[in-house]
C-alpha cells in the first residue's frame, strides 16, 4: 500500500503541493470565496499566483565629490551624546520573545490568507499525499477567519453562539482520487488537529445540490459519515455540526 501522510499548509513548499481543483476553472490557490464574504471568488486568477518582485530602481547618479564638504560628510549623522551601542548590555531578565512563524511579504495572497492563523492557532490549510502525490486538500480555521461563513451562520440563531466552533469550509479530492477515502481521512485529521487546539466543534456548510465538481464543501451525507450530525436542515444550507469535546 502506498504512504499516505498529511500535511500542514504553512509554507510556499506545502502551499505550491496544493492540489488542482477537479473543474479547472476554479483554483483552490487563488480561491477567497470564504474569506471576502461580497467579493470572494473561486475563480483560478493566474495573477494571484505571480510572486515575482520588482526590480529595484536605480540609485541616482552622485554628484561630484566637494572637497570642501568632506568634513560634513564624515560627521552627519553623528551624535556626541548618544550612548555607545555596544556598551548596552542586554538585560538577563527580560523574557525573550518567541519567533512567531509567518510567510514573507511577497508569497501569492491565498497562502498569506492561509497563514494568517501562524502563531496563534496554527496553519488553515492541510494536504494529503498518497505516495508523494497530492490528492486531497482541506481548509478550515476558526469562524472569525472566514466572514462568509459567518453570514451563512447568521441565518440560523438557533445555532449555538459560545463558544464559537470552528469550521471547514473546503474539503475537497482530486478527480483521479475520489471514493479512496482521503477525504474522510483529511477530515479526521482536521478534527483532531481542531480539537487539540481547543475548538469544542466544528461546523461545515454543505451546498446542496450544486454540481460536485462546482463545490469544496462536500454533501451532508458525507459529513454524517465525518461523525456530523444536521445542526440546521435546509433546501440548500443545511448546517453540519461536530462535537470535538
Not at 166 to 174: F, K, L, N, P, Q
Amino acid at each position: 500500500m502506498a504512504p499516505i501522510r498529511i500535511e500542514d499548509v504553512t509554507d510556499r513548499v506545502a502551499f505550491e503541493r496544493i492540489p488542482p481543483c477537479a473543474d479547472p476553472g476554479f483554483d483552490h490557490r487563488t480561491c477567497d470565496y470564504w474569506e471576502d464574504a461580497d467579493r470572494g471568488s473561486k475563480a483560478a486568477r493566474l495573477a494571484w499566483l505571480e510572486t515575482d518582485r520588482p526590480a529595484p530602481a536605480p540609485e541616482p547618479a552622485r554628484a561630484a565629490a566637494n572637497p570642501f564638504l568632506a568634513d560634513l560628510d564624515t560627521s552627519k549623522g553623528f551624535n556626541p551624546f548618544a550612548p555607545d551601542d555596544a556598551a548596552v548590555d542586554e538585560n538577563p531578565f527580560a523574557p525573550e520573545r518567541a519567533v512567531r512563524p509567518t510567510v514573507d511579504d511577497d508569497a501569492p495572497p491565498k497562502l498569506r490568507l492561509l497563514a494568517r492563523g501562524l502563531g496563534l492557532v496554527g496553519s488553515y490549510a492541510k494536504v494529503l499525499l498518497d505516495d508523494d502525490v497530492a490528492v486531497a486538500y482541506a481548509q478550515f480555521g476558526p469562524l472569525t477567519a472566514y466572514p462568509r461563513a459567518q453570514r451563512v451562520r447568521d441565518l440560523y440563531p438557533q445555532l449555538p453562539d459560545a463558544p464559537l466552533p470552528a469550521v471547514i469550509t473546503c474539503i475537497a479530492t482530486t478527480a483521479t482520487a475520489r471514493r479512496e477515502g482521503h477525504g474522510m481521512r483529511l477530515v479526521a485529521a482536521t478534527c483532531d488537529d481542531l480539537a487539540g487546539r481547543g475548538f469544542a466543534a466544528v461546523e461545515a456548510y454543505p451546498h446542496v445540490g450544486a454540481p460536485p465538481d462546482a463545490t469544496s464543501a462536500a454533501t451532508p451525507a458525507f459529513w454524517e459519515r465525518a461523525g456530523f450530525v444536521m445542526a440546521v436542515a435546509d433546501e440548500r444550507f443545511p448546517v453540519m455540526r461536530r462535537e470535538l469535546v
